[in-house]
T-cell receptor
Framework: QKEVEQDPGPLSVPEGAIVSLNCTYS??????FMWYRQYSRKGPELLMY????GNKEDGRFTAQVDKSSKYISLFIRDSQPSDSATYLCAMRPRGSTLGRLYFGRGTQLTVWP | DTGVSQDPRHKITKRGQNVTFRCDPISEHNRLYWYRQTLGQGPEFLTY????????KSRLLSDRFSAERPKGSFSTLEIQRTEQGDSAMYLCASSFAYPLREGYEQYFGPGTRLTVT
């Protein structure tokens, strides 16, 4: 079993829809949670970054972390065709000497006009 | 400095050949990471440096792989005797490291796509 599980989709929604993307994880030591967006054949681009539990909002994007359930979510409001990409969740444990990120496999999202 | 840069962007090589990739991190960042990503999968950690010291290596980094970061600036990743299974996107990322502060972000470069024929 992988430490981070993410449904690969694909997910296809109409423009303007609310999109919900999710990941589960098994390692209770994970404390930092990130969402990256990756366009085809490009490097991942950092979207959101949260520490421990709670919500964080940035424009049309909201990240939620539920550590008790080991479950994180990314919500995209008023989705746009330009949001079409693969969304990767990533996480790491607490500790400045622990550098690696653990990624999900990514969810492929298409927003059609 | 506009971000992490990687060179080359694409590399096609024949099985058994050696290849070397270069990564230039964001100039203020003292940590540099290498990841590998295959089609339909998330990036997998290979190794990372803090300044010139290589602090962690994944089991994925077989003895055919070697990474260096001389003088704590750019880094190179070399694959010797390439195999078809090495075909992947090789991603480099960089970040700050604050020993007394938790939390930092990793910023990724565009990647080097390797195809081994």
């Amino acid at each position: 079993q992988k430490e981070v599980e993410q449904d690969p989709g694909p997910l296809s929604v109409p423009e303007g829809a609310i999109v919900s993307l999710n990941c589960t994880y098994s390692n209770s030591a994970f404390q930092y949670f990130m969402w990256y967006r990756q366009y085809s054949r490009k490097g991942p681009e950092l979207l959101m970054y949260t520490y421990s539990s709670g919500n964080k909002e940035d424009g049309r994007f909201t990240a939620q972390v539920d550590k008790s359930s080991k479950y994180i979510s990314l919500f995209i409001r008023d989705s746009q065709p330009s949001d079409s990409a693969t969304y990767l969740c990533a996480m790491r444990p607490r500790g400045s000497t622990l550098g690696r990120l653990y990624f999900g496999r990514g969810t492929q999202l298409t927003v059609w006009p | 400095d506009t971000g992490v840069s990687q060179d080359p962007r694409h590399k096609i090589t024949k099985r058994g050949q050696n290849v070397t990739f270069r990564c230039d991190p964001i100039s203020e960042h003292n940590r540099l990471y290498w990841y590998r990503q295959t089609l339909g999968q998330g990036p997998e950690f290979l190794t990372y440096f803090q300044n010139e010291a290589q602090l962690e290596k994944s089991r994925l980094l077989s003895d055919r792989f070697s990474a260096e970061r001389p003088k704590g600036s750019f880094s190179t990743l070399e694959i010797q005797r390439t195999e078809q299974g090495d075909s992947a996107m090789y991603l480099c990322a960089s970040s700050f490291a604050y020993p007394l502060r938790e939390g930092y972000e990793q910023y990724f470069g565009p990647g080097t796509r390797l195809t081994v024929t």
